[in-house]
């Protein structure tokens, strides 16, 4: 993947296969896809290029390394995510139960949740998957929460907090254990929600 | 695999490569390591039966298909996890704690860890070993421990507790978030155990 022909780096040739407008959406969406699909091992720079209909050398003229197109990847998959910390803005009043609505809101939906799910499943199998979840979850998204709390050890406390809900997300949406899959949201928020406020607000 | 030749059904023949005393432990330990280091995808009887030094037809002989390999693989694997109900036995006082101290206590030995995490690995992105998974944790270990517990919907519940262990032990000894991969574990079980209380006991 490194080892690309000269004439292929830099800018793309206006003659580059597949290059013009709309060309790096494409290639974001086919990349979500075929990670979604074949998880991060399986998945290659080719297969993306060959989905978004352009040549592998404008993929990596884009993003990158595989690596970096997974990071990109999962930067589009976590968007809807990344209002979790202004949850935390309105205050800790019933902040675990707005922040459980919140996270089982983007799970419930089944676009997002096959992003999601690919995500997971390529950072739990993959060492290079899961170093670039962790920088992009610890650095965007769990800093962020925890900067915003105020208990002992905010980031310890963040991420048992997350623990719980990736816990669940786990058992009911990629393991589907019995009543917990089809079980009503309602009842898991109930539960879940007082977990929450005590770990992000229990001095 | 379900094409074998005919002299290999049956009772082994003495002269089976590999058979012999310890040879069903040789396979059930190569099994697990093969599953460990390839996931459930990649493992082969092939492999499993090389690296025990048999003929691949006495693993068939002794488990049958690959997913019956995966399923006596997973059974070893959570042999520590198997007095998790008993941790019930003794009643409702602290059980939250006493459950958080044998859960982790079996993650935090780092042999069994090594299994567990393969077992959960190959759960997560596989629907065969998910399926196999499934069966086992939901007959063998859920249903055990919902059937000590006087809750509503004891097996939510006991889901529930299940989720908020299942969640930690991947961010700390899979995806390794920091702090939480190196927080002492003492830490965790402070807070986490009266969440698993509260799960299993609350009215």
């Given amino acids: 993947m490194t080892a690309l022909p000269p004439r292929r780096r830099g800018r793309p040739a206006r003659t580059e296969a597949g290059a013009g407008p709309g060309a790096r959406e494409r290639i974001l969406e086919a990349a979500r896809a075929e990670f979604a699909a074949r998880g991060y091992d399986k998945a290659s720079i080719r297969g993306i290029a060959k989905a978004a209909g352009v040549d592998p050398a404008l993929v990596h003229h884009y993003f ?96 048992l907090a997350a623990s719980q809900m990736v816990g669940v997300a786990m058992l009911r949406y990629v393991v589907k254990v019995e009543p917990l899959a089809t079980a009503d949201i309602e009842d898991i928020i109930a539960l879940v929600a007082p977990t929450l406020q005590r770990y992000l607000t229990e001095q």
Avoid: C, H, Y
Wanted: aromatic share 8%.
């Fill in 64 to 159: 990158g390394t595989k690596e970096q197109v997974f990071g990109a990847a999962i930067e589009v998959s976590f968007e809807p995510a990344m209002n979790v910390p202004d949850v935390l803005l309105a205050g800790t009043d019933e902040v675990g139960e707005r922040l459980a609505r919140t996270f089982f809101g983007i799970w419930e939906n089944p676009a997002t949740r096959a992003q999601l799910v690919a995500v997971l499943r390529s950072a739990l199998t993959n060492d290079v998957a899961a170093a670039v979840f962790r920088g992009f979850v610890l650095r965007r998204l769990l800093e962020r929460v925890a900067g915003e709390l105020n208990v002992p050890d905010p980031k310890f406390r963040a991420e």
